[in-house]
């Protein structure tokens, strides 16, 4: 039979699988003088241990430490430390994942025995050999990491380069002065995972993508290009800061020439900045603009995209570097009274939040899977996501550029620290070219200090901070419960969850603040379960998600609300980690709409009739219930239609007017056989669905939506393994 129903209460079942071709690819991006490489391939990998240095391979015993003497790195930190019996892999890699489960293990991170309490399994040492010809002597050479989980340190050829302590913001640190050229090298990471940064699955190791950036001395900072729009009328201004850097010894006469291409690819405008002269070790921003008439602008119905080209010339216009922005052409504002503008047009948002991990590859996710999430997700109406609660990998954001969602970008920890300040900063400066960020948060849920003067006074600060890197955008911040500080000086306060909340109380107060939902509960649940089994981490749907509401309720609020920009559920996808209200054996959380997989729960139906134009009539629940015959089922159909009517076995139980904002509900006693619901609009039957009783599964059927050729070591291909009865 064609009805798909879950694996515990039915003879047929659906799960996933994800393969990818991990077959060593270095792609290059590269121009006369840059050269940009994809580093992922061919590290060897061990653990080590945090207090025992006979199990952390005699690091950092030595009498001089490399805190001591330069290049003295010792034990796997020595460039002639021999690995070859360690573990070959690829990029990125997440060793929690591929840990057992144990009740010793954390309650946040979903129980794995690795991190905090398992000390075989909390360092873990990365080593890569990689040459260096000759001919790159007088170039710059980087070693660029988008986020490595945690407090790592790294070490080129037993030079130690520094300590970088969050998992979320990336860092980069210059190889030149410590390389053999024209012979091999290595690198080195050690990462530490003993300490949570979060309270929620978190991975460890150096969970994304690193590369290796070659330049000429006088170069593009990295993030130093800046790209504004302001739309006027039927053209728009394209403002740019480019920072430039000197790292040579000699003065140099450069010329900076920027040319826009459209979203086709054809050349829009072309603008060449009178010569200057750049000093050694000098950092200079330097200032363009274009004017472009008829702009494509960016918008999640038409998300296009242009490309500025930059190229640093010398005095001869030889090349010494050149760089590509992609950028989106869109304006967006908050009003206190509306809710959200893009592009001078009203948009709610219908959003979800988003942890970094899906199933069995724990956080280290293959770029081509962050679209395929989103994809999932918009299928139900989703146009946007916050990045809960951390800065998310740049692969997430380059794909919600292409696809048109909406996002609110998150910093990690609040606070106005030097420390917690530059890491504001490095979100901003390698994210504010996005044109799907709308928003920067700079935190969340900080129970401490949001209630207070002093949460006022950090939020203030941060926000000062962001507006410096970036006039353009406004600031959030997450409160939950705690108002009367953050919530007084916040550009666009945000609220978790109306029970802790009063948004028209806020409103009144603060009439001129705007608002928006960041997290909102839903109906937590586990896919395809309907009775309550919590010895085996079954969750039946909850009428009141342990933060007080559901779907529908949340929903309602905010639809009714014109001066609240829309809202964000808790979560988009269920996660590992924080299986509230549950507890081992269970180790993932449940509220998400998609379950770990990327199949929706049936409750998820309801943002699909309500959030998109698409004929929507779905039934829940399964019509397998072999010992409860006789006995009541709640029938629910979530749909679009303007009355729903349901038959039972051929019989007719009545039809109903569908509330706005709303679903219906039968009970209907449990005979195995055939559960039809027909929608009607304007009086006319419009839509059928059929929901049976199923027999023993007797095959399986294997099926997938994408091509399964053309392995380039980035492609991934998602299979549906379905069980089927013999029908």
Same mark, same amino acid.
């Given at each position: ?62 009498? #001089? +430490? ?6 003295? &790195?010792?034990?796997? =930190?020595?460039?002639? /430390?021999? $690995? @070859? %019996? ?14 057992? #489960? +144990? ?6 991170? &979903?129980?794995?025995? =690795?991190?905090?309490? /398992?000390? $075989? @399994? %909390? ?23 988008? &986020? ?580």
């Amino acid at each position: 039979m064609a009805t798909p129903l879950p694996l515990m209460s039915s003879s047929r079942f659906w799960f996933h699988l994800v393969l990818t071709s991990l077959v060593g690819a270095c792609p290059v991006l590269s121009s006369a003088a840059r050269e940009h490489t994809l580093f992922d391939a061919n590290w060897r990998f061990a653990f080590g241990h945090p207090s025992d240095p006979t199990r952390d391979f005699g690091h950092a015993t030595g009498y #001089f +430490s490399y805190l001591a003497k330069a290049g003295f &790195g010792d034990g796997p =930190a020595a460039a002639n /430390f021999d $690995d @070859r %019996a360690w573990r070959q892999l690829d990029l990125p890699h997440d060793w929690a994942v591929e840990a057992p #489960f +144990s009740a010793q293990g954390s309650h946040s991170h &979903g129980y794995k025995a =690795a991190g905090k309490g /398992f000390p $075989d @399994r %909390a360092i873990g040492w990365y080593r890569k050999t990689f040459p260096v010809p000759e001919t790159d002597r007088g170039r710059r050479i980087s070693i660029e990491f988008e &986020g490595v989980y945690r407090d790592s340190r790294v070490w080129v050829n037993g030079f130690y380069l520094g300590q970088h302590a969050s998992g979320y913001t990336g860092f980069h640190y210059d190889l030149t002065d410590y390389l053999n050229y024209g012979g091999d090298n290595v690198v080195v990471v050690r990462a530490d995972a003993t300490m949570e940064e979060g309270w929620f699955y978190e991975g460890a190791g150096i969970t994304r993508h690193v590369h290796l950036l070659k330049t000429h001395p006088v170069h593009v900072a990295p993030h130093g290009t800046y790209v504004t729009t302001n739309i006027e009328s039927d053209q728009a201004r394209v403002s740019i800061e480019t920072e430039l850097r000197h790292a040579g010894r000699e003065s140099e006469h450069v010329t900076l020439r920027h040319e826009l291409l459209d979203p086709a690819g054809q050349r829009a405008a072309t603008l060449t900045v009178p010569a200057l002269v750049l000093n050694p070790g000098e950092d200079r921003t330097v200032p363009a603009s274009f004017t472009v008439p008829a702009p494509a602008l960016w918008s999640p119905t038409t998300p296009q995209l242009y490309t500025l080209i930059t190229t640093v010339l010398d005095a001869d216009h030889t090349e010494l570097d050149r760089t590509e922005t992609p950028f989106g052409i869109r304006s967006v504002r908050f009003d206190a009274d509306q809710g959200f503008f893009l592009n001078g047009e009203r948009v709610q948002l219908k959003g979800v939040n988003l942890h970094q991990d899906h199933a069995g590859l724990g956080a280290a996710l293959p770029d081509a899977l962050f679209d395929y999430r989103l994809r999932r997700l918009m299928a139900f109406g989703i146009n946007a996501i916050r990045t809960g609660h951390r800065p998310p990998a740049p692969a997430l954001l380059e794909a919600c550029d292409r696809l048109g969602l909406l996002v609110i970008d998150e910093n990690r920890l609040m606070g106005s620290s030097p420390f917690h300040l530059d890491e504001l900063r490095r979100l901003i400066r390698r994210d504010r070219n996005h044109p799907s960020v709308i928003i920067w948060s700079v935190g969340n849920e900080e129970w401490a200090i949001e209630s207070n003067e002093l949460g006022a006074r950090i939020t203030q600060i941060m926000q000062d901070f962001a507006h410096r890197l970036d006039p353009t955008r406004r600031t959030t911040v997450a409160i939950s419960g705690g108002w009367g500080g953050s919530s007084t000086v916040a550009d666009v306060v945000g609220y978790n969850y109306i029970n802790q909340s009063n948004p028209d109380q806020q409103h009144a107060d603060f009439p001129h603040q705007p608002g928006i939902g960041t997290e909102e509960t839903t109906t937590q649940s586990t896919r395809g379960i309907f009775f309550d089994d919590h010895a085996r981490g079954h969750l039946a749907p909850l009428e009141r998600g342990d933060t007080g509401g559901n779907n529908e309720v949340g929903w309602k609020f905010y639809a009714a609300r014109p001066f609240l920009a829309g809202l964000f559920y808790w979560t988009g996808f269920d996660y590992r980690g924080e299986p509230t209200p549950l507890g081992w054996p269970a180790v993932a959380s449940q509220y998400g709409l998609l379950d770990l997989c990327g199949f929706p729960k049936d409750s998820t139906h309801y943002f699909k009739a309500w959030w998109t134009d698409e004929p929507t009539l779905h039934l829940a629940p399964h019509w397998n219930w072999p010992g409860r015959e006789g006995q009541p089922i709640e029938v629910i159909a979530y749909s679009n239609h303007q009355a729903v009517e349901l038959l039972h076995n051929g019989d007719s139980l009545g039809r109903r007017n569908m509330p706005l904002h709303g679903k219906l509900q039968w009970s209907v006693p449990y005979t195995p056989g055939r559960l039809e619901a027909r929608g009607y609009r304007e009086g006319k039957l419009v839509q059928t669905t059929v929901v049976e009783t199923t027999g023993p599964a007797s095959r399986l059927a294997l099926a997938t939506a994408q091509p399964t050729t053309g392995a380039n070591g980035t492609r991934i291909v998602v299979f549906t393994v379905s069980a089927l009865d013999g029908a």
